[in-house]
């Protein structure tokens, strides 16, 4: 299945996304929820961010291309950090360049979405955590995150988190390719069979760290092929079973 939130007539709601037509949703998917026969033509709504996370974790150096491109040592264990739910960027949003930033980055990656509180769970158990699979761009202000020696105000912008444009279920999330295309040209290309540390790993080892709420959103790591954006710019980014999450920058 796939999820999605949309606007209409001013009232916030979740759907069904099947083909190009979306069946609202009474109630939560997180929790108990309904299909109802209340159809729309996805062209007649507004599609927002396809859930409201509490925290946006993300993680770095995750596939062994792009940390050979930053010239980094193979992390020991998952490099976290976390995104403000306030830089969230639904599909067609406008990635605003800050005025202060010369180098502004795209990096495509597989988002997942929580499903169940989660904490101290082991590798094993972490698929049953997931309600489904996005497309994310973890957009970077590369020259900030140079200057400033940590990555917190660098990809804490207000649009530099992109996702959606849906929530796809019943994935293989640890066999998922992924595209970055810049204005129609494939920048990246990988799977998630080449992540360091596989989905499991991941889930479980924020989940030792943090509580893992419904709705969260953990991004995976990019693989190489990292590089700048430039205004007018289109950036899409193509995650098998999911779509393609279309972002415009300005």
Request: charged share 25%; with cysteine; glycine share 8%.
């Amino acid at each position: 299945m796939k999820f999605v939130r949309f606007r209409k007539d001013n009232s916030c709601s979740y759907g069904l996304l099947e083909d190009d037509k979306v069946k609202k949703i009474e109630g939560d998917i997180f929790k108990d929820y309904e299909i109802t026969n209340c159809c729309y033509d996805i062209n007649d709504v507004d599609v927002l961010v396809p859930c409201q996370p509490s925290k946006i974790v993300c993680v770095g150096l995750n596939y062994k291309g792009h940390v050979q491109e930053v010239n980094k040592a193979l992390p020991e264990e998952p490099v976290i950090f976390l995104k403000p739910p306030s830089a969230a960027l639904p599909h067609k949003g406008k990635i605003v360049k800050p005025a202060i930033s010369s180098r502004v980055d795209y990096e495509g990656e597989v988002g997942l979405v929580i499903v169940k509180p989660a904490k101290n769970i082991r590798p094993e158990e972490a698929y049953s955590y997931i309600l489904g699979a996005t497309c994310f761009n973890d957009v970077t202000a590369r020259d900030l995150q140079s200057k400033d020696g940590q990555w917190t105000r660098s990809k804490s912008f207000d649009t530099f988190a992109p996702f959606g444009p849906c929530i796809a279920t019943d994935l293989n999330y640890d066999n998922l390719s992924i595209e970055l295309l810049l204005n129609g040209e494939v920048k990246q290309k990988s799977n998630t069979s080449d992540l360091i540390f596989n989905v499991g790993q991941l889930v479980s080892f924020i989940s030792q760290v943090m509580v893992l709420m419904p709705g969260d959103v953990i991004a995976t790591g990019t693989p190489s092929g990292i590089g700048p954006m430039s205004s007018g710019d289109t950036v899409q980014v193509k995650v098998e079973g999911v779509g393609v999450l279309e972002n415009y920058v300005i």
